[in-house]
């Protein structure tokens, strides 16, 4: 993971622990050796989400060095349909082997499953506040809130409707009140 955000790094680490969560509890429902296949297929739809964050995490340092904006769209269209298209493509490999190998090596439900953990991930790291140099799964209460707002802007970007602050509002602007 090197040369990559912090917020990239974050969100890699968080895959592979989704993705061997996902592995284990596999294990634990199919209680067989037809586990395998199926963590086969989280592994390697979690390592695709890996590629993809990579991929997305070099586009993103790319465009910001980019002087042209039009090239720059053009660049994120083409880097998007890679990802979408790269994906499809490996589902359906996956599908494929399912379906026409004799001994099943992948599941389709595996790859599903596999295919989710880049958006669990995502959600872990939205939803759980977490020290910046601490190991995956500790978090802190000291954190400050996402959304801060500065001391006394709610009354001016809220005032009241029943109009009790007409006359302050006149009088900071010069004008009498008509009452």
Same mark, same amino acid.
């Given at each position: 993971m090197r040369n990559l955000s912090k917020p990239s790094?974050?969100?890699?680490?968080?895959?592979?622990?989704?993705?061997?969560?996902m592995i284990l509890i596999g294990a634990i429902f199919y209680r067989s050796w037809e586990a395998v296949p199926f963590a086969l297929s989280v592994a390697v739809m979690s390592?695709?989400?890996? &590629?993809?964050i990579q991929m997305l995490d070099r586009a993103v340092n790319k465009i910001t060095d980019m002087d042209?904006?039009?090239?720059?769209k053009? +660049?994120?269209?083409f880097q998007y349909l890679v990802r +979408? &298209?790269?994906?499809?493509?490996?589902l359906l490999g996956i599908g494929l082997l399912y379906m026409y190998t004799p001994i099943p090596i992948a599941t389709v439900w595996g790859a599903i499953a596999g295919l989710f953990?880049?958006?669990?991930?995502?959600?872990?790291?939205?939803?759980m506040k977490f020290e910046e140099d601490s190991p995956p799964g500790t978090f802190s209460q000291e954190n400050p809130p996402l959304e801060s707002s500065e001391p006394g802007t709610e009354e001016q970007e809220n005032p009241p409707q029943d109009g009790s602050n007409e006359e302050s509002l006149a009088e900071t602007q010069g004008e009498e009140s008509f009452e």
């Amino acid at each position: 993971m090197r040369n990559l955000s912090k917020p990239s790094q974050k969100i890699i680490q968080w895959i592979i622990i989704t993705g061997a969560v996902m592995i284990l509890i596999g294990a634990i429902f199919y209680r067989s050796w037809e586990a395998v296949p199926f963590a086969l297929s989280v592994a390697v739809m979690s390592l695709v989400n890996v &590629f993809k964050i990579q991929m997305l995490d070099r586009a993103v340092n790319k465009i910001t060095d980019m002087d042209d904006p039009d090239i720059g769209k053009n +660049y994120v269209k083409f880097q998007y349909l890679v990802r +979408y &298209f790269g994906t499809v493509i490996i589902l359906l490999g996956i599908g494929l082997l399912y379906m026409y190998t004799p001994i099943p090596i992948a599941t389709v439900w595996g790859a599903i499953a596999g295919l989710f953990t880049m958006q669990i991930a995502v959600i872990i790291i939205r939803f759980m506040k977490f020290e910046e140099d601490s190991p995956p799964g500790t978090f802190s209460q000291e954190n400050p809130p996402l959304e801060s707002s500065e001391p006394g802007t709610e009354e001016q970007e809220n005032p009241p409707q029943d109009g009790s602050n007409e006359e302050s509002l006149a009088e900071t602007q010069g004008e009498e009140s008509f009452e």
